[in-house]
């Protein structure tokens, strides 16, 4: 984790009856929300004190998408290019989000807060033909609540966020090739006004 702050100290605080670590620094919204649950799960007699900053995250894939004009097409545009360019990735046969998806969560929720208030999001999981298509849709269901549990940790708005595992339903691409099948293991958002 230290390794992705941009800027930051480490160190011991050895006082009597508050010794100590403290983390002080700069890094991605998924670095800090990582450390912290790795940090929770130490036990020992020391305290760790995280004292850190959210740093900005380059999106460049929505530099050309106009917010000020239709704000749902706009919105969703956004979510699309991001997840286009990048992948969120699970363990494999899990809803447990790969560790190396980090830099596509900042990004979501750096569109996330560029989006307009007013506007909610649908969060829809999907699977490839492979097995059971019952357990397929189940699996794309968990998967897609936790990207929306994800985005919660990180401090959006539980109550414009929904999941939805359409399992191999609307594949993108066929499912006769691993790089289909791949393709169609994906995450995409839909976006609604609160009235849809």
Do not use: W
């Not at 800090?32 to 850190?52: C, E, H, S």
């Not at 995250?57 to 545009?77: K, L, N, Q, R, Y």
């Not at 560029?114 to 829809?124: H, N, S, T």
């Amino acid at each position: 984790h230290f390794s992705k702050f941009r800027s930051g100290e480490m160190g011991l605080h050895p006082e009597p009856g508050d010794v100590g670590f403290a983390i002080e620094g700069e890094a991605s919204g998924s670095t800090l929300l990582y450390l912290r649950q790795d940090m929770a799960k130490l036990t020992g007699p020391y305290a760790v004190n995280i004292m850190t900053d959210e740093a900005g995250v380059d999106v460049s894939e929505i530099a050309g998408i106009d917010f000020s004009g239709d704000p749902v097409t706009a919105c969703e545009a956004a979510f699309a290019s991001v997840l286009a360019a990048n992948a969120v990735v699970f363990e494999f046969d899990s809803s447990v989000i790969s560790r190396e998806s980090g830099q596509t969560l900042d990004k979501l929720m750096a569109v996330s807060r560029q989006c307009a208030p007013g506007l909610v999001f649908e969060i829809g999981g999907y699977t490839d033909t492979s097995g059971d298509p019952a357990y397929n849709t189940a699996l794309s269901d968990a998967r897609a609540r936790s990207v929306m549990d994800y985005m919660v940790a990180a401090g959006f708005d539980r109550t414009r966020l929904s999941a939805i595992g359409y399992g191999p339903d609307h594949p993108v691409q066929s499912n006769d090739t691993a790089e289909g099948r791949a393709a169609n293991r994906r995450i995409e958002f839909k976006v609604r006004t609160r009235s849809d």
